[in-house]
């Protein structure tokens, strides 16, 4: 079972295997120019690490839906199991479709990239690989956007509260006016 406790010795050894292989990979490349350490650099952090984040994921959906089931052969009744059903699965959606897109980017980008270095060839591709992989640091807002009510809500209300501020606001106007004014004097 996963404990804070178990998790945060994870986090902490993670971090320090990906510190002292960071290391190794930077001596070996500054001082030696090795190649190998790149290339093992890439598969151990662009296809194993991926993998490893959907393994664990897939876990915690197993669990999810175990205490769902638990939770309703235990006879709560059937108010609470639907509470607990519905109040999972977003999360457990959003899980799964973030490792998803995680894995899927990582690995195309990973596997491109290693074509590309030894064969020279499908540069397009490895291109193209690269642009989608740097999606990896975005989609979480889209996949929030798309299945959190919540999130959606307090967007909407963050958005509405910086529209009424800024039209309000005549001190905004002031500094716009003045900024424009400035450049127009440097032209």
């Known amino acids: 079972m996963c404990t804070t406790t178990r998790a945060k010795k994870v986090v902490v050894g993670l971090t320090l295997v990906a510190l002292i292989v960071q290391t190794i990979n930077s001596v070996c490349w500054f001082h030696y120019h090795i190649q190998i350490v790149d290339d093992i650099y890439v598969v151990m952090f662009n296809m194993v690490v991926p993998v490893t984040v959907l393994i664990i994921n897939m ?4 669990e999810v839906r175990r205490r769902a089931s638990s939770d309703a052969d235990s006879n709560l009744g059937l108010q609470h199991h639907q509470s607990t059903s519905s109040n999972s699965a ?3 959606v959003m899980l799964v479709i973030t ?5 899927l980017l990582n690995i195309a980008w990973c596997i491109s990239l290693l074509v590309h270095w030894y064969t020279g060839a499908f ?3 490895y291109t193209i690989a690269h642009a989608l992989s740097r999606f990896i640091y975005t989609y979480n807002f889209y996949v929030y956007l798309m299945t959190g009510k919540q999130f959606r809500a307090d967007l909407l209300t963050l958005l509405c509260c910086c529209c009424r501020s800024c039209s309000s606001s005549s001190a905004v106007a002031n500094v ?7 450049a127009e004097t440097v032209v």
């Open 59 to 62: 876990i915690v959906v197993r």
């Open 123 to 125: 540069y397009q591709y």
């Open 176 to 182: 716009t006016v003045a900024i424009s004014d400035q």
């Open 99 to 103: 490792s998803l897109i995680y894995v």
């Open 90 to 92: 977003v999360p457990t």
